[in-house]
């Protein structure tokens, strides 16, 4: 497997991944950066993008959604609730406790709804990706439409009981972590 990490330009320099099978078969999560820039990516590596998978709907996650479907074919994948509210067209639902397989590697989806109605995290073997959910020493703001202060506390709840062990966390935005020390350090997360 190959990694890469992106940062969308500003003001909200979303964090954006591209993942790529041992076949050659890629996975973006949070598709926010120039279009171009995943292209030069997959175009390196010889990768043909696949999945497009968004942690919830906002914009500063979604916008290169359009021109990599259109560039690609890729199949994009959004939880139904935050389709539906942001109007994004979506291929695939991801619902709670779905396996995505490509190629070698697998995508869980644990949904964590909150910061908005369809936000999810995925699992990929030691990586979380959290979106807006989880941050560094914080949680994601729930003052937007959609937005819950009780139910995304449910959601770490949920989380807490789903991941028992230490996998990175990869955050929509500023510096990843660990989940281990998020459990200990996060006041949201006690």
Known sequence: MK?????????????????ISEAGNAAIIDACAASER????????????RLILETHGHSDHTGAIEPLREATGAEVCINRADAAQFGIRADRDLADGEKIPLDELTFEVITTPGHTPGSVCIRLG????TGDT???GDIGRTDLAGGSYPTICASLKKLLSRVQDNPKVLPGHEEFSTFETERQTN????
């Not at 995943?38 to 993008?49: D, H, P, S, T, V």
């Open 3 to 19: 990694f890469f990490h992106l940062n969308a330009p500003g003001p909200y320099f979303t964090n954006s991944f591209v993942v």
């Open 38 to 49: 995943y292209r030069k990516i997959l175009a390196e590596n010889g990768a043909q993008l």
């Open 126 to 129: 030691e990586l979380l990706f």
């Open 134 to 136: 989880l941050f560094a």
């Open 187 to 190: 006041p949201y997360l006690r």
